[in-house]
Protein backbone atom coordinates (compact mmCIF):
# COMPACT_ATOMS: atom_id res chain seq x y z
CA UNK A 1 0.00 0.00 0.00
CA UNK A 2 1.44 3.43 -1.21
CA UNK A 3 2.09 6.04 1.88
CA UNK A 4 -0.21 9.00 2.75
CA UNK A 5 0.72 12.22 1.79
CA UNK A 6 -0.18 15.43 3.67
CA UNK A 7 1.57 18.71 2.34
CA UNK A 8 2.25 21.50 4.53
CA UNK A 9 1.77 25.25 2.48
CA UNK A 10 2.20 28.63 3.69
CA UNK A 11 0.62 31.89 2.99
CA UNK A 12 4.36 33.67 2.27
CA UNK A 13 7.64 32.25 2.60
CA UNK A 14 9.17 32.09 6.04
CA UNK A 15 5.65 31.25 7.23
CA UNK A 16 6.92 27.74 9.13
CA UNK A 17 6.41 24.94 6.79
CA UNK A 18 9.98 23.70 6.95
CA UNK A 19 9.63 23.77 10.58
CA UNK A 20 6.42 22.09 11.12
CA UNK A 21 7.74 19.30 8.42
CA UNK A 22 10.66 18.81 10.92
CA UNK A 23 7.67 18.53 13.76
CA UNK A 24 5.60 16.37 12.13
CA UNK A 25 8.58 14.15 10.60
CA UNK A 26 9.51 13.57 14.49
CA UNK A 27 6.08 13.21 15.87
CA UNK A 28 4.98 10.72 13.28
CA UNK A 29 8.15 8.88 13.71
CA UNK A 30 7.56 8.49 17.56
CA UNK A 31 4.07 7.12 17.07
CA UNK A 32 6.00 4.27 14.73
CA UNK A 33 5.72 5.25 11.42
CA UNK A 34 7.64 5.25 8.35
CA UNK A 35 7.70 8.71 7.67
CA UNK A 36 9.47 10.94 5.04
CA UNK A 37 10.24 14.60 3.55
CA UNK A 38 9.81 15.45 0.01
CA UNK A 39 9.88 18.91 -1.22
CA UNK A 40 9.72 18.53 -5.19
CA UNK A 41 11.22 21.91 -5.86
CA UNK A 42 13.35 24.06 -3.72
CA UNK A 43 15.69 26.99 -4.21
CA UNK A 44 18.16 27.20 -1.49
CA UNK A 45 22.38 27.57 -1.77
CA UNK A 46 22.72 25.41 1.33
CA UNK A 47 23.21 22.02 0.47
CA UNK A 48 23.63 18.37 1.58
CA UNK A 49 25.69 16.07 -0.44
CA UNK A 50 24.54 11.96 -0.90
CA UNK A 51 26.98 9.69 -1.98
CA UNK A 52 25.12 7.49 -5.00
CA UNK A 53 26.60 5.99 -7.62
CA UNK A 54 30.38 6.24 -6.64
CA UNK A 55 29.11 10.48 -7.33
CA UNK A 56 28.25 12.92 -4.62
CA UNK A 57 24.96 14.67 -5.71
CA UNK A 58 23.40 17.80 -4.09
CA UNK A 59 20.18 17.88 -2.50
CA UNK A 60 18.61 20.66 -0.21
CA UNK A 61 20.05 21.12 3.44
CA UNK A 62 16.45 21.60 5.20
CA UNK A 63 15.01 18.52 3.60
CA UNK A 64 18.23 16.54 5.18
CA UNK A 65 17.76 18.22 8.51
CA UNK A 66 13.75 16.59 7.53
CA UNK A 67 15.14 13.12 6.95
CA UNK A 68 16.98 13.18 10.30
CA UNK A 69 13.94 14.34 12.51
CA UNK A 70 12.18 11.08 10.56
CA UNK A 71 15.18 9.10 11.79
CA UNK A 72 16.35 8.57 8.63
CA UNK A 73 19.29 8.86 5.65
CA UNK A 74 18.89 11.75 3.86
CA UNK A 75 17.69 10.02 0.25
CA UNK A 76 18.00 12.27 -3.07
CA UNK A 77 14.32 11.37 -4.10
CA UNK A 78 13.65 13.75 -1.35
CA UNK A 79 14.27 17.07 -3.28
CA UNK A 80 13.77 16.21 -6.75
CA UNK A 81 14.36 19.74 -8.24
CA UNK A 82 17.01 22.30 -6.72
CA UNK A 83 17.44 25.70 -8.11
CA UNK A 84 20.80 27.09 -6.96
CA UNK A 85 20.50 31.17 -7.62
CA UNK A 86 23.80 32.30 -9.06
CA UNK A 87 22.27 36.18 -10.12
CA UNK A 88 20.93 38.10 -12.58
CA UNK A 89 17.87 36.29 -12.89
CA UNK A 90 19.79 33.14 -13.91
CA UNK A 91 19.83 29.75 -11.99
CA UNK A 92 21.89 26.61 -11.94
CA UNK A 93 18.94 23.44 -12.43
CA UNK A 94 19.92 20.43 -10.26
CA UNK A 95 17.48 17.26 -11.40
CA UNK A 96 18.08 14.62 -9.66
CA UNK A 97 20.88 15.71 -7.41
CA UNK A 98 22.81 16.03 -10.85
CA UNK A 99 23.61 20.85 -11.70
CA UNK A 100 24.14 20.50 -15.58
CA UNK A 101 21.79 23.05 -16.69
CA UNK A 102 21.56 27.06 -16.57
CA UNK A 103 18.19 28.47 -16.67
CA UNK A 104 16.55 32.23 -16.32
CA UNK A 105 13.16 32.20 -14.59
CA UNK A 106 11.34 32.67 -18.08
CA UNK A 107 13.52 29.56 -19.92
CA UNK A 108 12.84 27.43 -16.88
CA UNK A 109 9.30 28.11 -16.48
CA UNK A 110 8.63 28.13 -20.17
CA UNK A 111 10.58 24.95 -21.31
CA UNK A 112 11.97 23.46 -18.53
CA UNK A 113 9.60 22.57 -15.28
CA UNK A 114 6.36 20.69 -16.22
CA UNK A 115 8.28 19.50 -19.41
CA UNK A 116 11.64 17.08 -17.12
CA UNK A 117 11.00 18.89 -13.76
CA UNK A 118 7.16 17.68 -12.60
CA UNK A 119 7.48 14.19 -14.31
CA UNK A 120 11.04 13.64 -11.95
CA UNK A 121 8.86 15.16 -8.87
CA UNK A 122 6.08 12.37 -9.89
CA UNK A 123 8.76 9.95 -10.42
CA UNK A 124 10.85 10.26 -6.95
CA UNK A 125 7.43 10.64 -4.51
CA UNK A 126 5.85 7.32 -5.89
CA UNK A 127 9.04 5.43 -5.71
CA UNK A 128 8.99 7.17 -1.73
CA UNK A 129 5.66 6.01 -1.59
CA UNK A 130 6.19 2.70 -2.13
CA UNK A 131 9.00 2.07 1.05
CA UNK A 132 7.20 4.37 3.81
CA UNK A 133 3.65 5.15 5.89
CA UNK A 134 3.52 8.62 5.17
CA UNK A 135 4.96 11.13 3.11
CA UNK A 136 5.56 14.88 4.40
CA UNK A 137 5.62 17.13 1.63
CA UNK A 138 7.10 20.68 2.20
CA UNK A 139 5.12 23.51 0.11
CA UNK A 140 7.15 26.37 -1.77
CA UNK A 141 6.39 30.05 -1.12
CA UNK A 142 2.28 30.75 -1.15
CA UNK A 143 0.10 28.35 -3.32
CA UNK A 144 -1.72 31.80 -4.10
CA UNK A 145 0.97 33.22 -6.68
CA UNK A 146 -1.73 33.50 -9.11
CA UNK A 147 1.02 34.73 -12.03
CA UNK A 148 2.86 31.69 -11.11
CA UNK A 149 -0.17 29.06 -10.39
CA UNK A 150 0.38 27.10 -13.74
CA UNK A 151 3.39 26.04 -13.06
CA UNK A 152 3.77 25.77 -9.20
CA UNK A 153 4.61 21.87 -8.83
CA UNK A 154 5.64 22.45 -5.28
CA UNK A 155 1.93 23.47 -4.02
CA UNK A 156 -1.40 22.75 -5.75
CA UNK A 157 -0.47 21.32 -9.29
CA UNK A 158 1.02 18.61 -6.99
CA UNK A 159 -1.33 18.27 -4.21
CA UNK A 160 -4.08 18.14 -6.92
CA UNK A 161 -2.23 15.54 -9.25
CA UNK A 162 -1.25 13.19 -6.04
CA UNK A 163 -4.90 13.95 -4.04
CA UNK A 164 -2.63 14.90 -1.59
CA UNK A 165 -4.19 16.36 1.89
CA UNK A 166 -3.19 20.04 2.49
CA UNK A 167 -2.77 22.23 5.97
CA UNK A 168 -2.07 26.02 5.53
CA UNK A 169 0.12 27.78 8.16
CA UNK A 170 0.60 31.61 8.13
CA UNK A 171 2.89 33.27 10.40
CA UNK A 172 1.53 35.82 13.02
CA UNK A 173 4.34 37.07 14.19
CA UNK A 174 4.43 39.75 10.81
CA UNK A 175 0.65 40.83 10.73
CA UNK A 176 -1.82 40.20 8.28
CA UNK A 177 -2.32 36.91 9.10
CA UNK A 178 -5.81 36.48 8.84
CA UNK A 179 -6.38 38.29 5.35
CA UNK A 180 -3.54 36.03 4.17
CA UNK A 181 -5.45 33.18 5.45
CA UNK A 182 -8.73 33.82 3.92
CA UNK A 183 -6.90 35.57 0.49
CA UNK A 184 -4.66 32.53 0.05
CA UNK A 185 -7.50 30.32 0.28
CA UNK A 186 -10.16 32.43 -2.07
CA UNK A 187 -7.68 33.23 -4.94
CA UNK A 188 -7.29 29.15 -5.10
CA UNK A 189 -9.50 27.61 -7.57
CA UNK A 190 -12.45 25.40 -6.21
CA UNK A 191 -11.04 22.41 -7.54
CA UNK A 192 -7.88 22.74 -5.68
CA UNK A 193 -9.33 24.73 -1.91
CA UNK A 194 -11.28 21.62 -1.58
CA UNK A 195 -7.38 19.74 -1.06
CA UNK A 196 -7.10 22.16 2.06
CA UNK A 197 -7.80 20.65 5.20
CA UNK A 198 -7.24 22.70 8.06
CA UNK A 199 -5.09 25.90 9.15
CA UNK A 200 -2.40 26.26 11.37
CA UNK A 201 -1.31 29.97 12.92
CA UNK A 202 2.61 29.75 13.66
CA UNK A 203 4.85 31.92 15.81
CA UNK A 204 2.00 33.45 18.24
CA UNK A 205 3.23 35.54 21.24
CA UNK A 206 0.79 36.09 24.01
CA UNK A 207 -2.63 35.06 25.56
CA UNK A 208 -4.55 32.53 22.98
CA UNK A 209 -7.66 33.72 23.91
CA UNK A 210 -7.30 36.85 22.06
CA UNK A 211 -7.44 35.25 19.00
CA UNK A 212 -10.55 33.21 19.98
CA UNK A 213 -12.96 35.56 17.84
CA UNK A 214 -10.89 36.68 14.98
CA UNK A 215 -10.66 32.48 14.96
CA UNK A 216 -14.30 31.96 14.94
CA UNK A 217 -14.91 34.28 11.62
CA UNK A 218 -11.88 32.96 9.60
CA UNK A 219 -13.41 29.49 9.89
CA UNK A 220 -16.63 30.49 8.91
CA UNK A 221 -15.14 32.51 5.85
CA UNK A 222 -13.19 29.90 4.82
CA UNK A 223 -15.14 26.56 6.23
CA UNK A 224 -11.96 25.06 6.99
CA UNK A 225 -11.09 24.11 10.93
CA UNK A 226 -7.91 26.32 12.86
CA UNK A 227 -6.10 23.60 14.13
CA UNK A 228 -3.36 24.66 15.87
CA UNK A 229 -2.09 27.93 17.07
CA UNK A 230 2.11 27.12 18.02
CA UNK A 231 4.01 29.94 19.68
CA UNK A 232 6.88 31.36 19.12
CA UNK A 233 9.71 29.54 20.55
CA UNK A 234 13.51 30.01 20.79
CA UNK A 235 15.58 27.02 18.71
CA UNK A 236 18.25 26.28 16.94
CA UNK A 237 17.83 24.36 13.66
CA UNK A 238 19.33 25.13 10.17
CA UNK A 239 17.01 27.61 8.33
CA UNK A 240 16.11 27.26 5.08
CA UNK A 241 14.50 30.62 4.00
CA UNK A 242 16.22 33.84 3.41
CA UNK A 243 13.35 35.93 5.41
CA UNK A 244 14.38 33.65 8.47
CA UNK A 245 16.38 36.26 10.40
CA UNK A 246 18.39 33.79 12.61
CA UNK A 247 21.92 32.46 11.34
CA UNK A 248 22.49 28.82 11.91
CA UNK A 249 25.14 26.98 13.00
CA UNK A 250 28.40 26.20 10.63
CA UNK A 251 27.62 22.55 12.13
CA UNK A 252 25.43 20.60 14.14
CA UNK A 253 26.07 17.32 16.60
CA UNK A 254 23.64 14.73 16.08
CA UNK A 255 22.75 14.70 19.86
CA UNK A 256 22.40 18.45 19.82
CA UNK A 257 19.82 18.55 16.68
CA UNK A 258 17.96 15.77 17.98
CA UNK A 259 17.49 17.81 21.16
CA UNK A 260 16.37 20.85 18.91
CA UNK A 261 14.12 18.68 16.94
CA UNK A 262 12.40 17.57 19.97
CA UNK A 263 11.85 21.07 21.32
CA UNK A 264 9.49 21.72 18.63
CA UNK A 265 7.69 18.59 18.04
CA UNK A 266 7.06 18.77 21.58
CA UNK A 267 5.52 22.29 21.31
CA UNK A 268 3.69 21.30 17.97
CA UNK A 269 2.04 18.73 19.46
CA UNK A 270 0.62 20.41 22.42
CA UNK A 271 -0.49 23.20 20.58
CA UNK A 272 -2.22 21.14 17.99
CA UNK A 273 -5.56 18.99 17.51
CA UNK A 274 -3.18 15.87 16.90
CA UNK A 275 -6.67 13.56 16.83
CA UNK A 276 -8.20 15.97 14.27
CA UNK A 277 -5.01 15.34 12.47
CA UNK A 278 -4.95 11.76 12.48
CA UNK A 279 -8.95 11.75 11.19
CA UNK A 280 -7.84 13.67 8.17
CA UNK A 281 -5.37 10.94 6.95
CA UNK A 282 -7.15 8.38 8.42
CA UNK A 283 -4.16 6.57 10.68
CA UNK A 284 -4.63 5.23 14.12
Not at 153 to 177: F, P, Q
Amino acid sequence: MKAKLLMIQGTSSGSGKSTLVIALCRIFSDLGYRVSPFKAQNMTSNFHFVKQKKSLRKMAGIQAVQATAARIEPDIRMNPVLLRPLGDNLSEIILGGIGNLKLTAEDYYKSFVLQKGFPKVLQDLDSLRKENDLILIEGAGSPAEINLSNYDIANMILAERTNSKVLLVADIERGGCFAAIVGTIKLLPARQRKFVKGIIINKFLGQKSILNNAIVQVEEMTKRKVMGVIPKIQFDIPSEDSLDQKRAKSSYSKRYLDEQINIVASTFRKNTDMQYLLNILKMK
